[in-house]
Protein backbone atom coordinates (compact mmCIF):
# COMPACT_ATOMS: atom_id res chain seq x y z
CA UNK A 1 0.00 0.00 0.00
CA UNK A 2 1.01 3.47 -0.42
CA UNK A 3 0.59 5.80 2.27
CA UNK A 4 0.31 9.77 0.79
CA UNK A 5 -0.03 13.33 2.70
CA UNK A 6 -1.97 16.09 1.48
CA UNK A 7 1.20 18.51 1.23
CA UNK A 8 3.23 15.50 -1.08
CA UNK A 9 -0.13 15.00 -2.93
CA UNK A 10 -0.08 18.86 -3.80
CA UNK A 11 3.41 18.61 -5.53
CA UNK A 12 2.31 14.94 -7.23
CA UNK A 13 -0.59 16.59 -8.79
CA UNK A 14 1.09 18.77 -10.74
CA UNK A 15 1.18 17.97 -14.66
CA UNK A 16 4.85 16.85 -14.90
CA UNK A 17 4.63 13.95 -12.05
CA UNK A 18 0.93 12.80 -12.74
CA UNK A 19 2.26 9.64 -15.33
CA UNK A 20 4.84 9.21 -12.46
CA UNK A 21 2.33 8.70 -9.42
CA UNK A 22 0.13 6.71 -11.38
CA UNK A 23 2.15 4.50 -11.87
CA UNK A 24 3.31 3.97 -8.86
CA UNK A 25 -0.44 3.83 -8.12
CA UNK A 26 -1.01 0.90 -10.08
CA UNK A 27 1.51 -1.18 -8.36
CA UNK A 28 -0.51 -0.80 -4.97
CA UNK A 29 -3.13 -2.47 -3.76
CA UNK A 30 -4.50 0.51 -1.79
CA UNK A 31 -3.54 4.25 -1.84
CA UNK A 32 -4.74 6.18 1.37
CA UNK A 33 -4.23 9.85 1.03
CA UNK A 34 -4.58 11.91 4.27
CA UNK A 35 -4.73 15.70 5.57
CA UNK A 36 -5.81 16.25 1.94
CA UNK A 37 -8.14 19.34 0.55
CA UNK A 38 -11.34 18.68 -0.19
CA UNK A 39 -10.18 19.60 -3.92
CA UNK A 40 -6.64 17.50 -3.75
CA UNK A 41 -9.69 14.66 -3.26
CA UNK A 42 -11.42 15.45 -6.16
CA UNK A 43 -8.74 16.01 -8.45
CA UNK A 44 -7.33 12.80 -7.38
CA UNK A 45 -10.42 10.63 -8.24
CA UNK A 46 -10.99 12.70 -11.61
CA UNK A 47 -7.49 11.57 -12.30
CA UNK A 48 -8.04 8.06 -11.25
CA UNK A 49 -10.88 8.22 -13.14
CA UNK A 50 -9.69 9.95 -16.67
CA UNK A 51 -6.86 8.77 -17.09
CA UNK A 52 -6.53 4.79 -16.00
CA UNK A 53 -10.23 4.73 -17.68
CA UNK A 54 -11.04 3.05 -13.94
CA UNK A 55 -14.22 2.90 -12.26
CA UNK A 56 -13.89 5.03 -8.75
CA UNK A 57 -15.45 4.64 -5.55
CA UNK A 58 -15.43 7.58 -3.20
CA UNK A 59 -16.17 6.84 0.25
CA UNK A 60 -16.75 9.96 2.75
CA UNK A 61 -18.46 11.09 5.72
CA UNK A 62 -18.27 14.86 5.67
CA UNK A 63 -18.24 17.86 4.27
CA UNK A 64 -15.10 17.96 3.35
CA UNK A 65 -15.27 14.72 1.21
CA UNK A 66 -18.65 15.81 -0.81
CA UNK A 67 -16.94 17.19 -4.28
CA UNK A 68 -14.79 14.00 -4.41
CA UNK A 69 -17.96 11.81 -3.61
CA UNK A 70 -19.85 13.86 -6.89
CA UNK A 71 -16.73 13.17 -9.15
CA UNK A 72 -16.49 9.34 -8.45
CA UNK A 73 -18.78 7.13 -10.37
CA UNK A 74 -20.45 5.87 -6.97
CA UNK A 75 -20.37 8.16 -3.89
CA UNK A 76 -21.10 6.36 -0.39
CA UNK A 77 -21.63 8.43 2.87
CA UNK A 78 -21.28 7.67 5.91
CA UNK A 79 -23.17 9.47 8.71
CA UNK A 80 -21.00 10.36 10.72
CA UNK A 81 -20.69 13.21 13.53
CA UNK A 82 -20.04 15.82 10.71
CA UNK A 83 -23.14 15.81 9.57
CA UNK A 84 -25.28 14.62 6.26
CA UNK A 85 -23.55 16.46 3.74
CA UNK A 86 -21.75 13.37 2.33
CA UNK A 87 -24.95 11.80 2.75
CA UNK A 88 -27.02 13.90 1.07
CA UNK A 89 -24.20 14.06 -1.72
CA UNK A 90 -23.82 10.73 -2.38
CA UNK A 91 -25.20 7.71 -4.65
CA UNK A 92 -25.47 5.34 -1.33
CA UNK A 93 -25.70 6.13 2.63
CA UNK A 94 -24.08 3.56 4.95
CA UNK A 95 -24.57 4.31 8.96
CA UNK A 96 -20.63 2.81 9.85
CA UNK A 97 -17.89 2.42 7.29
CA UNK A 98 -17.66 -1.18 8.58
CA UNK A 99 -21.10 -1.71 6.08
CA UNK A 100 -19.33 -1.25 2.95
CA UNK A 101 -18.05 -4.34 2.73
CA UNK A 102 -22.36 -5.91 2.62
CA UNK A 103 -22.61 -2.82 0.28
CA UNK A 104 -20.30 -3.77 -2.26
CA UNK A 105 -20.58 -7.46 -2.27
CA UNK A 106 -23.99 -8.10 -1.23
CA UNK A 107 -26.05 -5.40 -2.08
CA UNK A 108 -23.70 -4.45 -5.61
CA UNK A 109 -23.95 -8.18 -6.86
CA UNK A 110 -27.55 -7.93 -6.23
CA UNK A 111 -28.48 -5.08 -8.10
CA UNK A 112 -25.90 -5.28 -10.69
CA UNK A 113 -27.65 -8.84 -11.64
CA UNK A 114 -31.00 -7.62 -11.44
CA UNK A 115 -30.38 -4.57 -13.78
CA UNK A 116 -28.62 -6.65 -16.44
CA UNK A 117 -31.54 -8.79 -16.25
CA UNK A 118 -34.54 -5.66 -15.97
CA UNK A 119 -32.66 -4.39 -19.60
CA UNK A 120 -32.92 -8.02 -21.19
CA UNK A 121 -36.18 -8.03 -20.12
CA UNK A 122 -37.13 -4.78 -21.63
CA UNK A 123 -35.31 -5.67 -24.99
CA UNK A 124 -36.88 -9.02 -25.22
CA UNK A 125 -40.45 -7.47 -24.64
CA UNK A 126 -40.44 -4.81 -27.40
CA UNK A 127 -38.65 -6.96 -29.85
CA UNK A 128 -41.78 -9.77 -28.99
CA UNK A 129 -43.70 -6.32 -29.85
CA UNK A 130 -42.37 -5.04 -32.53
CA UNK A 131 -42.34 -8.44 -34.45
CA UNK A 132 -45.90 -8.93 -33.86
CA UNK A 133 -46.43 -5.68 -35.75
CA UNK A 134 -44.17 -6.62 -38.42
CA UNK A 135 -45.79 -9.95 -39.50
CA UNK A 136 -49.41 -8.02 -39.42
CA UNK A 137 -47.90 -5.63 -41.98
CA UNK A 138 -47.99 -8.61 -43.97
CA UNK A 139 -51.29 -9.95 -43.14
CA UNK A 140 -52.56 -6.14 -43.92
CA UNK A 141 -50.48 -5.78 -46.97
CA UNK A 142 -48.43 -3.32 -45.72
CA UNK A 143 -51.38 -0.52 -45.57
CA UNK A 144 -50.54 1.00 -42.24
CA UNK A 145 -53.34 -0.05 -40.83
CA UNK A 146 -53.22 -0.08 -36.97
CA UNK A 147 -53.39 -3.55 -35.13
CA UNK A 148 -54.32 -2.25 -32.04
CA UNK A 149 -56.06 0.38 -30.00
CA UNK A 150 -53.84 3.18 -28.18
CA UNK A 151 -55.31 1.99 -24.82
CA UNK A 152 -53.95 -1.94 -25.77
CA UNK A 153 -50.88 -0.11 -26.14
CA UNK A 154 -50.43 2.09 -23.28
CA UNK A 155 -51.75 -0.91 -21.13
CA UNK A 156 -49.02 -3.47 -22.47
CA UNK A 157 -46.41 -1.28 -21.21
CA UNK A 158 -47.93 0.06 -18.31
CA UNK A 159 -49.78 -3.19 -16.76
CA UNK A 160 -49.37 -6.00 -18.22
CA UNK A 161 -45.36 -6.31 -18.62
CA UNK A 162 -44.71 -3.59 -15.19
CA UNK A 163 -45.72 -6.07 -12.84
CA UNK A 164 -42.56 -9.08 -13.78
CA UNK A 165 -40.19 -6.53 -13.50
CA UNK A 166 -41.42 -5.34 -9.94
CA UNK A 167 -41.73 -9.03 -8.56
CA UNK A 168 -37.69 -9.52 -10.12
CA UNK A 169 -36.63 -6.48 -8.48
CA UNK A 170 -37.51 -6.94 -4.96
CA UNK A 171 -37.57 -10.65 -4.81
CA UNK A 172 -34.73 -12.19 -6.71
CA UNK A 173 -31.44 -13.06 -5.15
CA UNK A 174 -28.98 -15.56 -7.10
CA UNK A 175 -26.68 -15.85 -4.19
CA UNK A 176 -27.69 -15.66 -1.12
CA UNK A 177 -25.79 -12.98 1.34
CA UNK A 178 -24.29 -15.36 3.25
CA UNK A 179 -22.26 -17.09 0.40
CA UNK A 180 -21.32 -13.41 -1.27
CA UNK A 181 -19.94 -12.24 2.08
CA UNK A 182 -17.76 -15.87 2.53
CA UNK A 183 -16.78 -15.41 -1.03
CA UNK A 184 -15.62 -12.65 -2.17
CA UNK A 185 -14.38 -13.50 -5.86
CA UNK A 186 -18.06 -13.74 -6.94
CA UNK A 187 -18.07 -9.60 -7.04
CA UNK A 188 -15.51 -10.04 -9.43
CA UNK A 189 -17.72 -12.27 -12.19
Known sequence: GLVIDGRTLEHVLHDSLQNIFLELTEKC??????RATPLQKSVLVRLVRNKLKAMTLAVGDGANDV??????DTGVGILGQE???????????????????????????????????????FFYKNVAYVNLLFWY???CGFSGTSMTDYWI?????????SVPPIIYGVFDKDVSAEILMQLPQLYMM
Not at 67 to 72: C, E, N, R
Not at 153 to 161: A, D, E, P
Open 153 to 161: LILFNLLFT
Open 29 to 34: RAVVCC
Open 83 to 121: GMQAVMASDFAISQFRHLRKLLLVHGHWCYTRLTNMVLY
Open 137 to 139: QFF
Open 67 to 72: SMIQVA
